[in-house]
Nanobody
Framework: QVQLVESGGGLVQPGGSLRLSCAASVSIATFNHMAWFRQTPGMQRELVAKITNGGSTLIPRPVKGRFTISRDVAKRTVSLQMNSLKPEDTAVYYC????????WGQGTQVTVSS
């Protein structure tokens, strides 16, 4: 059974950094691509970073230059480095993987507040 488990969320002050990790129960090489999404109450999930099986990355404009996605195939993890955090980055962050179907983690809360 494929499972994705996020960790690393928490409370951080504006301008601070956090690193989220997503641990997969299977080799991440089996995924066509993996990504991080975020969601705030009443809003749709928003893509914040994507990495393909070939290692190509996509960072949408709202977080470009502040967020970085990386992966460690040996450790079965995908990470999201978030720098220069803003209050509007506050959300639940979800790990996502696509192979034969979509897989989602349970989410981790990130709160940016002074």
């Amino acid at each position: 059974q494929v499972q994705l488990v996020e960790s690393g969320g928490g409370l951080v002050q504006p301008g601070g950094s956090l690193r989220l990790s997503c641990a997969a129960s299977v080799s991440i090489a089996t995924f066509n691509h993996m990504a991080w999404f975020r969601q705030t109450p009443g809003m749709q999930r928003e893509l914040v970073a994507k990495i393909t099986n070939g290692g190509s990355t996509l960072i949408p404009r709202p977080v470009k230059g502040r967020f970085t996605i990386s992966r460690d195939v040996a450790k079965r993890t995908v990470s999201l480095q978030m720098n220069s955090l803003k209050p509007e980055d506050t959300a639940v962050y979800y790990c996502y993987g696509y192979s034969d179907r979509e897989y989602w983690g349970q989410g981790t809360q990130v709160t940016v507040s002074s």
